[in-house]
């Protein structure tokens, strides 16, 4: 009886693999990352991604048999394989063919003869039996590959995603390597193409991860006890040349790569800073404010207005005594923004802030205030920071002129940027031992219970959102000297929602988190303009598994952890 | 897994920070330009960029000039110097930090030549500190904003030009459109918050006020609003003769469309600009858009072999034009060629070395170039333009039977001047 | 009793802005409104008009408040997704209705041409609604608040783009249906015939699916998970079975909206459902969350003020282009009454109403 089951189940898992296919095909995914290689001439992203859907139609149905028959017959899991890469690759055959007789395209607009050609591999119709043939050995693969035992399938994995992510940074590697110099510029030839890795790159990423991973699992463990058995002196100097490294890395970056890499860590450490921020409102005093762009956007207009050279410039003082005073005015908006919200809870404190949020930028890009804020025209001409003195104002649209060096430069603004970031990280940890720190998480705890004990609710939620508010005011105040100009389209929800999703996904009221997190949704989406077709889509799945696998976080602290994998165990795994 | 990767890509950036210190061969030409070379080896590619918006609601506006520049590499053979061409495209999304962020990106690019660029005005004020800043010129064919090639527009652009006009002559023209040909006295103007679209109205109501006619109303909408009956019910208020909405596709479909359902407005005579100059205008504003004038650069006032770029158009990629600014991108493609014929260094294996400073210069010395918009010069402030406006007027709501530049059924069609 | 003088400042001080915000908001009202009807810029007709084009946006966010409030009132979630469900029905009730119009069917029977598409697109729309409900949120039924968020947040954004994918970023047209065009005269009053057929739909639906909530089984047992769980699981209640009705149910309404709402705008685009789903969502909390005549309510009432406010208001103060405060107009609401009144205009959960 069992038998049917499992085989069964592996129909079913092919059929949804299949639909799968299908949907990447009909989003344009297959036929745009076709154009994108994984090794140059070889493996085009495109393939590469239906292949992973039947290879993992097959890991999956495999992981189905071993589960439904709860013994060990290899058998079984190969022909399960079988079956899901089989049927998989039938589906999309299907596909094909019916594409032939009905005009698809007339809903789906990727339904085309270009995804069609690229899945029969440009023979036609005819050679639509080399689906289901890629399918069964893709999905053989994918189930052989459950049965491996850890040792071999582990590095094959790493090798297999790094090369991926090799080939997806490509572009982006054989640009900074080629500015290098002669010797790297060859070198970064050799590994990376123009639109992918290089077959020879791939076997050296390849087999390099293998060898490295094969080394750790072999000679790791013993390496650690080595560090861990050093004396105390010997330990310490370690860290220390750890922590120089990373320094001199983080200094040297941006000479070596350029001013996007550069701008994209400054849009990282911006972030950063607003996660910090938000991570006290939110993680450390459980204020869910969905209006925080209200704050970047304060900060940001104050330094505008306050250093901007240009018809809407008030006072043309320099950026270092301008960057102080959007802090404190952010913080000062608090009393209009945060004051009134004191009182509402939950999800009705995450409308309300988002209200706000809405409003402020809806003003600032008024025609009705545009006097003051430029309107739709924006705040252009914003001075760039001076490392010595300015030159006094001369007249309207003339820059001041610079008794020093001019940190105008994507690269220059990135050490204030990563210099702020680090800095507020530091505050932020040393809060969070505080007594204050301690008040916060008593109210997100149960706002009641922290009264009774003393704590003064108004207070330390003030405390909280001006705080949060600051720090996001900073980083409105870098950005605007970033981009030398502000406008109000710049300041939507969606900055909001990113920066919540970012602590969130980082681990919240965890300080690594935030860094983790804006790297991940921030940095990467960045990073990969080639995908930038789907950024959001991948982005909103990501959203989604990583709530559903590792809702504590990517690097969580302690508590949430805790927290969270009881809470789990509270309300029973599966409903 | 965490470890291994954050440990590999440690090695790799300390390879390459380490690389940074490496010792680099010497160039066998010596490069005395204030803002460098870019050297081209033997057997590299000419690298050329096109930026502009290419995703999104406005993105026909981007494509359009793109393939103008696709097209002028086509007629150069694909090579320039016995080199093949390169060119590779950023989007920047018709915002400010998209543009910052797609410029960033080029300015990192030292294999980069030049640029043309960018579709929004909006995206070039975001983004040419940084192209300026990495010694690279970067020629616009379709921003119309005033201030972006005034005589005082700052040294942050010093590596920009543009083919196009600039809106301070688009906005006359409507004005005097509006005033001498349909003999309208009062006029209303609504914008979408964009900044090209409250400049250009400003632009016409200023003119029209000089002419002798009154503005009524001066409206305005957010982006993404899609109900328009109550403002334009409050324009209607004011009994205008004509109305005026040089906004982006987004606004001026949703206007178009329920215009003639409010009282007052069921005969205003409706006029959009560059912004709409798309058939998309005519999938979103439905049978209202016949009748409706738009104003846009002068087809047939270009000077150049229109036709035959239009037939070089039609062959390449089937159908009509998508926007106003594929021959202007055309231009602006072989103004930067023939820049870069003037100026750079051949030696006898092949190298090819551009000095930065002298390609600006040639670019921003451009004189008498005969291009298909007309005989373009270029202003010390970058205005290479050649700006002859005209208005035209939608024939049929059909977005299948769009095609500007058809000799015998043109839709739209021209009618001013 | 050690309530130290800074704290009763603080006290003083949240008092004060919190005043400070009634009387400006009162303050504003009245004189701009004062000022524009004495401006007398608008005739009576124009006025009858603006609440015309009020009701009949209103009666749309009205539908897809209901969404949210039986979502919010069951799991205490906000299901960040709802907009997008609107926005898969309204590609559905698009592609339907041109094949149709295609054959001529809509032209020769306005009635089915109009109902077709709206069923189909509420079909469409549950489906995809179930399918998101089975993949982003039920794996995460017992976890704290914010997690559900952040996958609604994930899913608002996989629709969103999946749907550009697919359909491309650009927008299309609804087939305009004949019988619709032009105008009716209601009591001397002209209103176009789109606006009366789309706010009498809506109602028509509201009061379906007020009587299943109320007068059904089905309806009494979503009233039931509501208020408690877990008792109502000890009463024999399927609550998943529920709780994935409440999900089909709303985004069926929502669907519903979404071809109502194409054929008064007339365009479709992957984008559309982002800025009704937040005014729906607001109008659902300002008639009171987990309320469904609230829902309804808070609708009209939204999209009344968004219509009328901007010249009945803004204008009167002085405020140069109001149109582009008109979502500063909603979120003030949805403020205000957060602040004062956070129960919303008919007060929270129906089941407050004990049989």
């Not at chain 1, 940890?429 to 998480?441: N, P, Q, V, Y």
């Not at chain 3, 901007?310 to 003030?332: C, H």
């Amino acid at each position: 009886m069992k038998k049917e089951n499992f085989l069964w189940s592996a129909v079913k898992t092919g059929l949804i693999f299949g639909a799968i296919a299908i949907f990447l095909c009909f989003l344009g995914m297959v036929e745009v990352f076709s154009k994108r290689d994984v090794v140059e001439k070889i493996l085009t992203l495109g393939q590469f991604v239906l292949l992973a859907t039947m290879v993992s139609a097959g890991l999956v149905a495999s992981r189905r048999t071993s589960s439904l028959l709860e013994k060990n017959t290899p058998v079984s899991n190969l022909v399960a394989g079988l079956v899901a890469g089989l049927l998989t690759g039938l589906v999309l055959a299907l596909l094909v063919v019916i594409g032939a007789q009905i005009n698809l395209r007339a809903v789906f607009l990727n339904a085309s003869p270009t995804l069609y050609k690229l899945l029969t591999f440009d023979k036609g119709v005819g050679n639509v039996w080399i689906l289901p043939t890629i399918g069964v050995v893709a999905g053989l693969i994918g189930a052989a590959y459950l049965l491996l035992p850890q040792i071999l399938s582990r590095p094959i994995t790493r090798s297999i995603f790094f090369v991926i992510f090799m080939a997806l940074f490509s572009g982006l590697f054989r640009v900074i390597m080629i500015n290098q110099g002669a010797g790297m510029s060859r070198a970064a030839k050799y590994i990376f193409g123009q639109t992918g890795v290089t077959s020879p790159g791939a076997l050296i990423f390849f087999f390099g991860v293998i060898l490295i991973t094969i080394f750790w699992d072999f000679r790791g463990k013993a390496i650690q006890s080595g560090i861990a058995s050093l004396p105390k002196g010997g330990q310490l100097s370690l860290r220390v040349i750890a922590i120089i490294v990373i320094v001199l890395i983080i200094l040297l970056l941006p000479l070596a790569s350029g001013p996007f890499i550069a701008q994209v860590i400054v849009t990282v450490a911006l972030f950063v800073l607003m996660g910090l921020g938000l991570n006290i409102t939110l993680g450390f005093a459980g204020l869910l404010d969905l209006g925080f762009v209200a704050f970047y956007a304060i900060g940001a207009y104050t330094v505008g207005l306050l250093t901007s050279y240009g018809p809407f410039g008030l006072q043309h003082i320099p950026f270092w005594v301008a960057v102080p005073i959007a802090v404190l005015v952010s913080m000062g908006a608090v009393f209009m923004l945060g004051l009134p919200v004191l009182g509402i809870r939950g999800d009705y404190l995450a409308i309300a802030t988002l209200g706000f949020g809405e409003i402020v930028r809806l003003l600032a890009g008024s025609d009705f205030l545009a006097p003051f804020f430029g309107g739709p025209q924006g705040i252009i001409g914003i001075q760039k920071p001076c490392l010595g003195l300015l030159e006094p104002f001369v007249k309207v649209d003339v820059p001041r002129i610079c008794n020093g060096i001019e940190l105008g430069k994507p690269q220059d603004i990135y050490y204030i940027a990563v210099a702020s970031a680090l800095l507020i990280a530091f505050a932020a940890w040393r809060l969070r031992e505080s007594r204050l720190g301690r008040a916060w998480m008593s109210i997100r705890e149960d706002e009641d219970v922290a009264e009774a004990l003393g704590v003064n609710l108004i207070q330390t939620k003030l405390l909280a959102y001006m705080l949060g508010a600051a720090m996001a005011g900073l980083g409105g105040a870098i950005f605007a000297t970033l981009i030398g100009s502000i406008f109000a389209t710049s300041m939507q929800l969606l900055v909001s929602i990113n920066v919540v999703s970012l602590i969130i996904v980082g681990g919240m009221g965890s300080i690594p988190g935030v860094i983790v997190g804006a790297i991940a949704l921030i940095g990467l989406p960045e990073l990969l303009r080639e995908i930038s077709e789907f950024r959001y889509l991948l982005y909103g799945m990501t959203l989604i598994i990583m709530m559903i696998t590792k809702p504590e976080g990517l690097w969580p602290s302690q508590a949430t952890r805790r927290e969270l994998h009881h809470a789990e165990v509270e309300a029973g795994v599966k409903v | 897994m965490k470890r291994l990767f954050t440990l590999i890509s440690l090695l790799v950036l300390a390879s390459m920070v380490l690389a940074a210190c490496g010792p680099s061969a010497a160039p066998a030409y010596e490069c005395t330009d204030a803002l460098g070379c870019v050297t081209i080896a033997p057997a590299e590619p000419v690298h050329i960029a096109y930026w502009g918006v290419l995703s999104g609601a406005d993105a026909s506006l981007g494509e359009d000039s793109k393939r103008g520049v696709e097209i002028a590499i086509d007629d150069m053979g694909g090579k320039v110097l016995d080199h093949d061409i390169l060119l590779t495209t950023e989007d920047g999304g018709c915002t400010p930090e998209g543009g910052a962020t797609a410029a960033a990106k080029l300015a990192s690019d030292t294999s980069l030549v030049g640029l043309i660029g960018s579709s929004c005005s909006d995206e070039t004020v975001g983004g040419i500190a940084a192209i300026t800043n990495a010694g690279l010129t970067t020629i616009s064919p379709s921003n119309t904003r005033p201030v972006l090639t005034s005589p005082d527009r700052g040294p942050d652009y010093a590596g920009y030009a543009r083919t196009a006009h600039s809106d301070a002559f688009q906005g006359k023209a409507v004005a005097e459109f509006a005033y001498n040909f349909l003999k309208v006295t009062k006029a209303a103007t609504l914008h979408d918050g964009s900044a090209y679209a409250q400049a250009l109205q400003q632009v016409f109501a200023d003119e029209f006020v000089k002419l002798g006619g009154t503005i009524v109303a001066q409206e305005a909408v957010a982006k993404d609003a899609t109900d328009m009956k109550p403002v334009l019910t409050t324009i209607a208020a004011a009994g205008p003769e004509l109305f005026y909405y040089p906004v982006f596709v987004a606004v001026g479909g949703f206007v178009t469309a329920q215009i003639r359902d409010v009282a007052g407005l069921e005969d205003v005579k409706i006029i959009g600009s560059d912004g709409i100059f798309t058939a998309d205008l005519l999938k979103g504003g439905g049978a209202n858009t016949k009748g409706m004038y738009l104003s846009s650069p002068d087809f047939s006032a270009f000077t150049g072999d229109y036709a035959g770029f239009i037939a070089k158009h039609k062959a390449k990629y089937g159908g009509s034009t998508l926007s106003t600014f594929h021959a202007h991108a055309y231009d602006a493609t072989n103004i930067l060629f023939a820049a870069l014929e003037k100026v750079a260094v051949v030696e006898a294996d092949g190298t090819i070395y551009v000095p930065r400073t002298a390609l600006r210069e040639a670019i921003f010395a451009t004189k008498d170039f005969k291009g298909v918009t007309g005989t373009l010069s270029c202003s010390p402030s970058g205005d290479c333009g050649a700006p002859v406006i005209a208005v035209y007027e939608i024939m049929d709501s059909d977005p299948a039977s769009w095609d500007p530049t058809s000799a015998t059924a043109p839709n739209p069609k021209k009618i001013y001047p | 009793m050690r309530t130290s003088i800074g704290e009763r400042l603080l006290d003083l001080a949240v008092s004060g802005v919190l005043w400070g915000f009634r009387i400006l908001l009162v303050a504003g009202i009245l004189i701009g409104t004062i000022a524009t009807v004495r401006a007398g810029k608008y005739t009576s007709e124009q006025w009858i008009d603006f609440v015309v084009f009020g009701i009949s946006q209103g009666s749309i966010y009205a539908l897809i408040a209901l969404g949210y409030t039986m979502v919010y009132g069951i799991l205490r979630m906000i299901n960040f997704a709802h907009g997008d469900i609107f926005m898969t029905g309204a590609f559905a009730g698009y592609f339907l209705a041109t094949w149709l119009n295609g054959t001529g069917f809509i032209d020769n029977n306005p009635v089915l041409g109009l109902v077709i598409p709206i069923l189909f697109a509420m079909i469409v729309a549950g489906g995809i609604a179930m399918l998101v409900e089975r993949i982003a949120y039920r794996p995460l039924r017992g976890a704290p608040r914010l997690v559900p968020l952040i996958s609604a947040i994930g899913a608002s954004f996989f629709l969103e783009y999946a749907f550009r994918g697919f359909f491309g970023p650009g927008v299309y047209a609804y087939p305009p249906i004949k019988a619709l065009e032009g105008e009716w005269n209601i009591l001397g009053i002209a209103v176009l015939k789109v606006q009366v057929v789309v706010a009498i739909a809506a109602f028509i639906m509201m009061a379906i699916l007020y009587y299943i909530v109320m007068f059904t089984k089905v309806g009494k047992a979503m009233r039931a998970v509501s208020e408690s769980k877990d008792t109502a699981a000890l009463m024999g209640i399927d609550v998943n079975r529920i709780i994935v009705s409440t999900f089909a149910l709303g985004a069926a309404m929502a669907g519903a909206a979404g071809v109502l709402y194409s054929l008064i705008y007339r365009q479709v685009g992957f984008f559309m459902g982002f800025t009704p789903g937040i005014k729906a969502f607001t109008a659902a909390v300002l008639g009171g969350i987990g309320n469904i005549p609230g829902a309804m309510v808070g609708g009209l009432v939204l999209g009344i003020f968004e219509s009328v406010g901007p010249s009945l208001f803004l204008e009167g103060l002085g405020i140069p282009r109001p149109y582009q405060l008109k979502d500063a107009i909603a979120f003030t609401m949805l403020v205000m009454i957060l602040l004062f009144r956070p129960s919303g205009i008919l007060g929270e959960r129906i089941t407050t109403k004990k049989a």
